[in-house]
């Protein structure tokens, strides 16, 4: 190793030097393997050599690319190359990043990244450089939750929501409310150093009106949470109705395929089938269901409890009818199982004369839009598709700036105000000081939780266990 380079960033006692490569596997116009921790340049430099043929040496400049070549052990050329110093705190890690981009072969990367492991540095573990950034405090937690989301997201609706939190715009709603709630804790210290009785009926009402406040900060947040994780995930969409009113039909026209299992007998779908379509810019989970039916027989029965628990866990309920058939008891179930969910009712096999009674089902699933279609003939399914979309991109409130799209924050938020109510509550029990600011400090412990003001091991391998390596 050229051990000549070093630089004024080289902590003492820092971590191990990291590489991965960072472009996808595979063959493509350019691969990019990156190095971070201390070591970085100096580990660069015993293996680039700059195109007028001299090494990197003391007065490389931080973000300037260098072309040059990468070279074996032995002098032997690899490739020809572009490095590129991002020095601490200035770069993804806030350590000293080095990148080089050669020609995107599977093989040259490799060669790269095996000069580099020669050359002293350690394989990177699945978004490792992340961690750092986020160890080292250049990002917050949420932060770095946005980076794969980034990455993931396969709309314009969860770019924005990905690219928002990572600029920090959910850090900075967070902090404010962090901020709020040591103002409620001095206000409570204040109140334990001048016990004044006069001065607590104040106090008091102050502090109810300031726990509030935050509290309904949070409300707001918390309602964003369906929207944003529908964008983030896609939304989950059930096919429910009795036996045969044509679920597996509409599943197959809806995904263009033969995929379930279509037969005049009832009972034919046993268990969920979930596949993915896309409606505009929003992913549909689209779950195919047992029929559900009074008097199941034991095996539809297991069938039946999976549907229930589908549709508990569903964003939206497509609850079909044969329209080709009269109202039955099975109907009669299937509208009181969809009663408390979003739903569209669908009256299928339009293409057959109509023998429901279509007012009655509107009469007990009251605001729900109703459409005809045909899952033989497709009649219709554009429209249902048009109202699947409406349903599932319209729902919460849109005109929030600030979302949250992971069931982590949704929980860490839910806790905090449960804390909250309990605080309120000592508050106007007049229970003493210390007792209110326990809860106020377990508030504060679960919102810091989302940015990682507290945070254990086993959460960040969950959260970076996501990434891929090289991110
Ligand atoms: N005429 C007509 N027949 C249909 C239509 N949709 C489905 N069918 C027929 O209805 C029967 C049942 O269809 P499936 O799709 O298997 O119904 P299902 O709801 O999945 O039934 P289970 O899995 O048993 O709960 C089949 O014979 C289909 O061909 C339609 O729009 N028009
Ligand atoms: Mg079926």
């Known amino acids: 190793m050229n051990s000549s380079i070093t630089t004024e960033s080289d902590p003492v006692d820092s971590e191990p030097t990291i590489v991965a490569i960072a472009t996808p596997r595979g063959e493509g116009g350019l691969s990019v393997i990156r190095l971070s921790g201390a070591n970085s340049v100096a580990i660069a430099g015993a293996l680039f050599v700059k195109g007028n043929g001299l090494p990197l040496d003391?007065?490389?400049?931080?973000?300037?690319?260098?072309?040059?070549?990468?070279?074996?052990?032995?002098?032997?050329?690899?490739?020809?190359?572009?490095?590129?110093?991002?020095?601490?705190?200035?770069?993804?890690?806030?350590?000293?990043?080095?990148?080089?981009?050669?020609?995107?072969?599977?093989?040259?990367?490799?060669?790269?990244?095996?000069?580099?492991?020669?050359e002293g540095a350690s394989m990177a573990e699945p978004g490792e450089f992340t961690r750092r950034a986020f160890v080292n405090g250049r990002i917050d937690l949420s932060q770095a939750e946005a980076v794969i989301d980034v990455i993931h997201s396969a709309s314009d609706q969860a770019l924005k929501t990905a690219t928002s939190q990572l600029k920090g715009n959910l850090s900075k709603t967070l902090s404010q409310l962090y901020d709020d709630l040591i103002a409620v804790l001095s206000q409570l210290s204040a109140a334990i150093d001048f016990p004044e009785d006069d001065l607590k009926f104040v106090q008091q009402a102050e502090l109810l009106r300031k726990i509030g406040a935050i509290q309904s900060s949070i409300t707001t947040l918390l309602g964003t949470y369906r929207q944003g994780k529908i964008f983030r995930e896609g939304a989950r969409v059930l096919l429910i109705g009795k036996p045969n009113a044509g679920k597996s039909s509409l599943m197959n026209a809806l995904l263009d395929e033969e995929r379930a299992i279509v037969t005049p007998h009832s009972g034919t779908t046993r268990d969920l089938l979930e596949e993915r379509i896309r409606i505009r810019d929003i992913h549909i989970n689209l779950i195919d269901s047992a029929g559900l039916r009074e008097n199941p027989e034991a095996i539809e029965e297991i069938g039946i409890e999976r549907t229930r628990k589908a549709l508990e866990e569903s964003d939206l309920a497509v609850v079909l009818f044969d329209q080709s058939r009269p109202l039955d008891e099975n109907d009669r179930l299937l509208i009181s199982a969809a009663n408390d969910k979003e739903r569209i009712a669908v009256l299928n096999k339009?293409?057959?004369?109509?023998?429901?009674?279509?007012?009655?089902?509107?009469?007990?699933?009251?605001?729900?839009?109703?459409?005809?279609?045909?899952?033989?003939?497709?009649?219709?399914?554009?429209?249902?598709?048009?109202?699947?979309?409406?349903?599932?991109?319209?729902?919460?409130n849109n005109s929030e700036s600030v979302v949250i799209s992971r069931e982590r924050h949704r929980s860490a938020l839910a806790q905090t105000q449960v804390a909250l109510d309990r605080a309120k509550e000592s508050v106007e029990n007049q229970l003493s000081e210390e007792f209110i600011a326990v809860d106020v400090h377990m508030a504060m412990d679960h919102l810091g939780g989302i940015v990682g003001k507290n945070f254990d091991e086993d959460l960040l391998d969950q959260i970076f266990n996501e990434f891929c390596i090289g991110k």
């Not at 020609?103 to 790269?112: A, I, Q, Y």
């Not at 279609?373 to 319209?394: C, F, M, N, P, W």
């Open 58 to 118: 003391d007065k490389i400049i931080p973000q300037k690319a260098y072309f040059g070549e990468v070279r074996e052990d032995n002098g032997t050329c690899i490739d020809e190359a572009i490095l590129t110093w991002f020095k601490a705190p200035k770069s993804y890690t806030a350590e000293d990043v080095v990148e080089i981009c050669v020609h995107g072969g599977e093989f040259v990367s490799l060669k790269v990244l095996q000069r580099c492991l020669e």
């Open 350 to 396: 339009c293409d057959l004369a109509e023998e429901i009674d279509r007012y009655e089902i509107k009469e007990y699933l009251p605001k729900t839009v109703m459409i005809s279609i045909s899952a033989t003939t497709h009649q219709g399914l554009a429209d249902l598709k048009d109202a699947i979309y409406e349903k599932v991109a319209r729902s919460g």
